[in-house]
């Protein structure tokens, strides 16, 4: 570590990222009675709905006994909804509500605000170089199981 120091070295720096992200954005969550899991969650169903708890805990970042516990709270509330899968009735899918839709969209612009105050002063070519960089990163994380 000492030869190239925490500054260069890329796990670091993506954990205090994420780190600095999440609870920032867990802090302006609280004024709209949310979790990021939750949020997570209404963001994940508002663009691919239908997905299973393990798919979700996937996707969401979230542990599986989390986001069971997660899912019968956003159900009570009815911001989701369960229901077996056609073809298969011992699998059940989960679906975002018109409710979790509009919760969703009322956060949206907060976070909207807060991911582009993080890529201030950075072009879009800048950003694109950097998704792609990621990409090419998480598959080789998946290629490698890290």
């Known amino acids: 570590m000492g030869e190239i120091g925490l500054s260069s070295f890329a796990p670091y720096l993506l954990n205090r990222i994420a780190a600095r992200w999440n609870a920032d954005l867990a802090e302006a969550l609280r ?3 949310m979790t990021t899991t939750k949020m997570r969650v209404l963001a ?6 239908g997905l299973t708890v393990n798919e979700l805990s996937v996707f969401a970042v979230t542990e599986q006994s989390t986001m ?4 019968d709270a956003m159900e009570e509330q009815g911001h989701i909804r369960r229901r077996p899968r056609e073809g298969d009735l011992r699998v059940r899918e ?3 509500t018109e409710e979790g839709r509009e919760l969703f969209a009322s956060v949206w612009p907060m ?3 807060k991911f582009s105050d993080m890529f201030e002063g950075i072009d879009a070519g800048e950003y694109q170089a950097f998704l792609s960089t ?7 994380v998946r290629k490698h199981d890290l």
């Open 111 to 113: 976070m909207y605000e």
């Open 68 to 71: 069971s516990r997660t899912l």
């Open 94 to 96: 989960i679906f975002i």
């Open 44 to 49: 994940v169903l508002s663009v691919s709905s």
């Open 31 to 33: 004024a709209h009675d």
């Open 134 to 140: 990621l990409h090419k990163v998480l598959a080789n």
